[in-house]
């Protein structure tokens, strides 16, 4: 069974939010962090900050979930976010990525 996460990076506290999903957390978070795809919207905006997860078991529902928060108002996200993380803290802080190996390459 896979493990499906609707994640929320940012930049800074109530800065700028950008909601994905993702079947491998760690390795779209350092994507994010080392600007992978440097014309992206978190690369432009510098969101590198993982600010908020959910897991889900299924992968429609975690599309679902996350095409559902996209369109809900500011106010909302702010509000889920500080449930979980009242300050904002960057919660892969503490992770150890391999930043020398990338899951596109084989």
Same mark, same amino acid.
């Given at each position: 069974?896979?493990?499906?996460?609707? *994640?929320?990076?940012?930049?800074?506290?109530?800065?700028?939010?950008?909601?994905?999903? &993702?079947?491998?957390?760690? !390795? $779209?978070?350092?994507?994010?962090?080392?600007?992978?795809?440097?014309?992206?919207? &978190?690369?432009? *905006?510098?969101?590198?900050?993982?600010? *908020?997860?959910?897991?889900? &078991?299924?992968?429609?529902?975690? *599309?679902? $979930?996350?095409?559902?928060?996209?369109?809900?108002?500011?106010?909302?996200?702010?509000?889920?976010? !500080?449930?979980?993380?009242?300050?904002?803290?960057?919660?892969?802080?503490?992770?150890?990525?391999?930043?020398?190996?990338?899951?596109?390459?084989?």
């Amino acid at each position: 069974m896979n493990i499906w996460y609707v *994640y929320i990076m940012s930049n800074k506290p109530n800065g700028i939010i950008y909601i994905g999903v &993702t079947n491998n957390i760690e !390795e $779209r978070v350092k994507e994010h962090k080392l600007k992978l795809y440097p014309n992206s919207f &978190t690369a432009k *905006y510098n969101c590198n900050k993982l600010i *908020y997860f959910e897991e889900l &078991t299924e992968a429609e529902d975690a *599309y679902n $979930r996350e095409k559902r928060m996209k369109k809900w108002k500011r106010d909302w996200k702010i509000k889920l976010i !500080e449930n979980m993380n009242p300050s904002w803290m960057d919660l892969s802080l503490n992770w150890n990525f391999n930043m020398n190996k990338f899951r596109h390459e084989k």
